[in-house]
Nanobody, 118 residues
Framework: QVQLVESGGGLVQAGGSLRLSCTAS????????MGWYRQAPGKQRELVAT???????NYADSAKGRFAISRDNAKNVVFLEMNSLKPEDTAVYYC????????????WGQGTQVTVSS
């Protein structure tokens, strides 16, 4: 069974930093892109950042210049470095992975809470 586990969430003051990690129990050849999404209370889940197997990144406008996504393909780990955090960043952050064998499907983690105080 494939699983996706996040860690690194917590409480931080505005202007502070956090580093999220996500590990997938899947063969490196079967995982395509990985990424981070978030969902705040009363809002829809939204994309934060994604990274392809070759290292191509994509960021939401709200994350550009503040967040950095990276990955270790050999260990199936994706990171999200968050800097200059704002109260608006408060949300549950979910790890995502696209798995490809004979077909493609999404994996989602359980989520990790990030709370930014003003």
């Amino acid at each position: 069974q494939v699983q996706l586990v996040e860690s690194g969430g917590g409480l931080v003051q505005a202007g502070g930093s956090l580093r999220l990690s996500c590990t997938a129990s899947e063969s490196t050849r079967n995982i395509n892109s990985m990424g981070w999404y978030r969902q705040a209370p009363g809002k829809q889940r939204e994309l934060v950042a994604t990274i392809s197997k070759s290292g191509i990144t994509n960021y939401a406008d709200s994350a550009k210049g503040r967040f950095a996504i990276s990955r270790d393909n050999a260990k199936n780990v994706v990171f999200l470095e968050m800097n200059s955090l704002k109260p608006e960043d408060t949300a549950v952050y979910y790890c995502n992975a696209v798995v490809e064998r004979s077909y493609a499907y999404d994996l989602w983690g359980q989520g990790t809470q990030v709370t930014v105080s003003s």
